[in-house]
């Protein structure tokens, strides 16, 4: 039993066609109108899938097809938000392979024991609201419902408000439920399996992930009558942060250390002015959680010593982390057996990127399913996935979920 490749991928371009950009990408920030058409379209699909369709106080999707019996669900999900000008698989491919492992059951005739579910999660990426995964961390437990519907993007406006406006501030509790499984399919976002002439990965675990923000405060000046002596420029010390962060990666033993650097504000923010008030992002993930610690300690020196130098005060907020997650065993082996009676090239491997799946883990068994990235690109419009590479995936979740849904 395989799926139907050429409908899946008329799903891909169909949806892909959502928030496209001129280049051939994806922008569709979480909440915002390109979010809201491509949540309807799933609900449509979902529906004519033969799909029990109910949305939670996060937003998040959930469609069922019942089971035999009523038991605890097999749940496969992902997201449809992207960064901007990002691509058109990250994400939205996990959410599309498992509507058509559904649409392949009902294809097949096949009745399962356990019901089996399509879950779309709200603001996965955090490229709007922060943190990324935020509602399935509610769900799990992991954040307060309150602080998420509290947090705002960069023009203030509420996450809670945004739900509301695009009308997906559904009824139901955001709360923990019970699975039979958990599984969750998405690009690799990296170059391993592509290197090696792999089109999939089974994947064992995901890396413990850290965020945290720094504020600089410094004496905003005019540009030319202020000597260089006197200064105390905010931008000055966060450039020896930047460098501060990527030496500090290098410098961790056993180099699988990531650093990152990736947002940066400047106030006033003109060409005459020294800047006084710089806050950057810094993002730090490793296999190890004991590692993370101690980078988190090295940040604060480096910060510190950075302001020292030059005599502006350094504020660093810890403010959101998630620990290193190995996936349930069982789960591992039955994607690796789904693999191999499908016939994909397949290893296991490691995430280094954050999932729905990282909290969904905390809930019950949960695994993954990665696809090669060409060229080990994401979050970019260059993003791609051969279509031989998607299939094998699809045919790995679709015999992955259709071995839990009829076991006990």
């Given amino acids: 039993m395989k799926i139907d490749r050429q409908r899946l991928e008329r799903s891909i371009a169909d949806l892909g066609r959502i928030g496209e950009t001129k280049n051939g990408g994806l922008t569709r920030l979480a909440l915002s109108d390109e979010d809201r058409r491509a949540r ?6 979902m529906r004519a899938a033969g799909l029990r369709v109910t949305v939670d106080r996060m937003g998040n999707i959930f469609g069922e097809r019942a089971g035999a019996e009523p038991l605890p669900p097999v749940m496969m999900g992902s997201h449809v938000d992207s960064v901007p ?35 779309i999660f709200t603001n996965e990426e955090g490229a709007r609201f922060q943190p990324a995964m935020i509602a ?40 923990p439920r ?27 675990g995901i890396v413990a992930i850290a965020w945290s923000r720094v504020t600089i405060h410094g004496t905003q000046d005019h540009a030319g009558p202020t000597p260089m002596r006197t200064r105390h420029d905010a931008l000055v010390a966060a450039a020896e942060i930047v460098l501060g962060v990527r030496r500090m990666a290098r410098d961790i033993v ?24 710089v806050t950057l992002s810094i993002d730090v993930r490793d296999p190890l959680d004991a590692t993370l610690d101690r980078a988190l300690l ?60 990282q909290y969904m883990a905390t809930l019950g068994p949960a695994g993954m399913i990665f696809v090669p990235s060409r060229g080990g690109r ?17 045919n790995t979740l679709f015999l992955a979920a259709l071995e839990f849904a009829r076991g006990k």
């Fill in 85 to 119: 000008t990002g691509g058109k698989y990250d994400g939205q491919l996990g959410v599309l392979c498992a509507l058509e492992a559904i649409r392949s059951l009902n294809d097949h005739g096949i009745r399962t024991r356990h019901p089996v579910t399509l879950a």
């Fill in 178 to 204: 019970p699975l039979r499984a958990y599984l969750e399919l998405h690009i690799e976002q990296g170059p391993f399996l592509e290197e090696e002439g792999r089109s999939v990965g089974v994947v064992e």
């Fill in 378 to 394: 994401s979050h970019c419009e260059e993003e791609f996935t051969p279509i031989d590479d998607i299939e094998d995936g699809a």
């Fill in 136 to 175: 399935s961390g509610v769900m799990a437990g992991k954040i307060a419902l309150e602080d998420a519907y509290n947090a705002r993007d960069r023009d203030g406006i509420r996450l809670l408000d945004e739900l509301e406006r695009i009308g997906y501030l559904g009824p139901e509790p955001c709360a």
């Fill in 298 to 357: 090295m940040i604060e020196r480096v910060v510190e010593d950075a302001c020292t130098r030059e005599g502006v005060r350094g504020e660093v907020e810890h403010y959101w982390r998630v620990p290193c997650t190995p996936f349930d065993a069982a789960v591992v082996d039955t994607i690796e057996r789904a693999a191999q009676a499908c016939g994909a090239r397949h290893r296991r491997i490691r995430s280094g990127a954050g999932h729905d799946a």
């Fill in 254 to 277: 056993g180099g699988d250390m990531v650093a990152t650097v990736g947002h940066l504000a400047v106030s006033p923010n003109i060409t005459n002015a020294i800047p006084g008030r």
């Fill in 40 to 45: 309807d379209l799933m609900v449509e699909w």
